[in-house]
């Protein structure tokens, strides 16, 4: 990630946990790609939650927002 250097050098402690990607498209459907995404980063997010572990994710999209409300919610 671009902004890893820089959160590194903001002296903010901080553990790079996971990095959820929606892949490259193989003939199929591109929401169908996202529909994956955002349940891998829900799977993610839901038990930092239940543990109440802090977290921040950070995305380029709304669908980043999906995923992890979904976590939460859950």
Known sequence: SKYLPALSE??????????VTAGK??????DEMVGQACTALANIVSPLVKNAEPFCVIGGDHSCAIGTWSGVYD
């Open 10 to 19: 903001s002296k903010i402690p901080f553990v790079w946990r996971d990095m």
């Open 25 to 30: 498209p193989n003939g199929g459907r591109k």
